[in-house]
Nanobody, 120 residues
Framework: VQLQASGGGLVQAGGSLRLSCAAS????????MDWYRQAPGKQRELVGV???????NYAHSVKGRFTISRDNAKNTTYLQMNSLKPEDTAVYYC???????????????WGQGTQVTVSS
């Protein structure tokens, strides 16, 4: 199983970016899909989560600006980031709980990270 994140880049403050994260490989079911970020010199922090049914929850710092969605048919989650601030600069990681076969357990997998840089 692999998670491939994409969509990062350089954007000016106030701008928008949309990240994607696609899961591939032996996948029977995906439960929760999450987005994390890690800024230089800081610990990795949870940005938000989305359940299989589409219920979302966000960190206070991004609530109202970021939106997580998913396409279960494509095994993909998206992070729409609006009104970006310089403090949003970080490497963004996706993570998901994936069941590889029927009756198996859900294992957590991580993507490789994509850099988001917001200039002031």
């Amino acid at each position: 199983v692999q998670l491939q994140a994409s969509g990062g880049g350089l954007v000016q403050a106030g701008g928008s970016l949309r990240l994607s994260c696609a899961a591939s490989g032996s996948i029977f079911s995906i439960n929760e899909m999450d987005w994390y970020r890690q800024a230089p010199g800081k610990q990795r922090e949870l940005v938000g989560v989305i359940t299989r049914s589409g219920i979302t929850n966000y960190a206070h710092s991004v609530k109202g600006r970021f939106t997580i969605s998913r396409d279960n048919a494509k095994n993909t989650t998206y992070l729409q980031m609006n009104s970006l601030k310089p403090e949003d600069t970080a490497v963004y990681y996706c993570s998901a709980e994936i069941q590889s076969d029927s009756g198996g357990y859900y294992a957590r997998h991580w993507g490789q990270g994509t850099q988001v840089t917001v200039s002031s």
